[in-house]
């Protein structure tokens, strides 16, 4: 079915919530549908929406501004709500209208702009895929990351992984990333990582306290193992900034392609849940880009790629690699995740 409607799109996220265990966020987003028929601004501008209400996550803007007020402390009523003690949908609808009129104009400029959803956990399945491209490429890596939000995946190198009994990264780092590893474990090949920065159109200073709350608050509320992470990336934020830059994506990764390469270093590109927010000429101008690029990588000097996104069709978050030269220009699926690292199910060999 095409969405072409803000109810479809409401109710497109608010079903997405609930098959990634986020019933909080699902009841949220379905008072929004309540909230269009209120005599508030904000209602009116959800209910007149002119863009793509998935591609744009409009119920997540909104949500997101919503958890901020209860995150302050600005509005004490929601706090239930993200709580999860209040279950019943009439209930939720009648909340978050009130909080929306109180707060209307404050909501409003929440619709501004799209969500920014940094997470920690993602780096899992990008650890788990710099693993397994080890033993075909090696072990050191030079990585470009695409819609890095706050830079906290940037920062991947300072943390410690056991996935599913394969460890790497300092052993004393605060930041310990342990999901739930379904199958079996990706291979322990050594991974060094000489070098790393990415960029946003809105990068996010994690160590503006400001920025860093409004961070948080995109952080659906039934997450809280998330919420823990971030104030530990700010902390490690704090003591070492990500080296981040305000760049479009298509830029950027032209940009990183055109510098030297050190030969035996693989030059690798990644994203997490950012691909669909990109135009579609951006895609095609980063995909002709790295096509480009891997028809002239050697075995001294590799590339790669390694993606976790949305299968649009499935709904499922896949982890897929493809690199140059030896992988026959194909993608290869190396595993299923949460979309906020909760667990990776392993599919590689």
């Not at 990336?233 to 990500?242: E, G, L, W, Y």
């Not at 030059?267 to 690029?293: C, G, N, S, V």
């Amino acid at each position: 079915m095409e969405i072409t409607s803000v109810p479809q799109a409401l109710e497109w996220h608010a079903a997405h919530c609930e098959r990634a265990d986020a019933p909080i966020t699902a009841r949220v987003i379905r008072s929004l549908l309540a909230l269009m028929k209120t005599d508030t601004v904000s209602g009116r501008r959800l209910a007149s929406w002119a863009g793509k209400g998935i591609e744009d996550a409009l119920a997540l803007r909104v949500v997101g501004g919503l958890h901020f007020l209860c995150l302050t402390g600005e509005e004490e009523r929601l706090e239930p709500v993200f709580a999860g003690l209040v279950t019943d949908q009439a209930q939720v609808d009648e909340i978050v209208c009130a909080a929306a009129e109180t707060h209307d104009y404050q909501l409003l400029k929440w619709f501004d702009g799209p969500p920014q959803t940094n997470e920690a956990g993602r780096s899992s399945s990008v650890m788990a895929g710099l693993l397994w491209l080890s033993g075909k490429l090696g072990p050191k890596f030079e990585i470009t990351e695409i819609g890095a939000s706050a830079g906290i995946n940037t920062m991947m190198g300072r943390y410690f992984f056991d996935l599913g009994g394969t460890t790497t990264g300092p052993s004393l780092s605060s930041m310990r990333i342990k999901p739930e590893w379904r199958g079996p474990p990706p291979p322990q090949n050594p991974v060094e990582i000489t070098d790393i920065a990415g960029c946003d159109i809105a990068p996010v200073d994690l160590t503006d306290p400001a920025q860093a709350q409004r961070l948080k608050a995109y952080i659906w509320a039934d997450a809280r193992e998330r919420m823990a992470r971030m104030d530990v990336a700010i902390a490690m934020a704090k003591r070492a900034a990500p080296d981040l830059v305000k760049m479009d994506a298509a830029p950027f990764v032209r940009e990183r392609l055109a510098r030297p390469q050190e030969e035996g270093v693989t030059r690798l590109l990644f994203h997490t849940i950012m691909w669909q927010y990109l135009p579609k000429e951006t895609r095609d101008e980063i995909r002709t880009m790295m096509e480009e690029a891997g028809a002239k990588a050697s075995k001294e000097k590799p590339l790669a790629w390694i993606r976790l996104e949305t299968n649009r069709e499935t709904f499922r978050h896949e982890l897929t690699v493809k690199y140059w030269p030896g992988g026959s220009d194909k993608w290869v699926q190396l595993a299923e995740a949460h979309p906020h690292g909760a667990w990776v199910e392993w599919q590689g060999s």
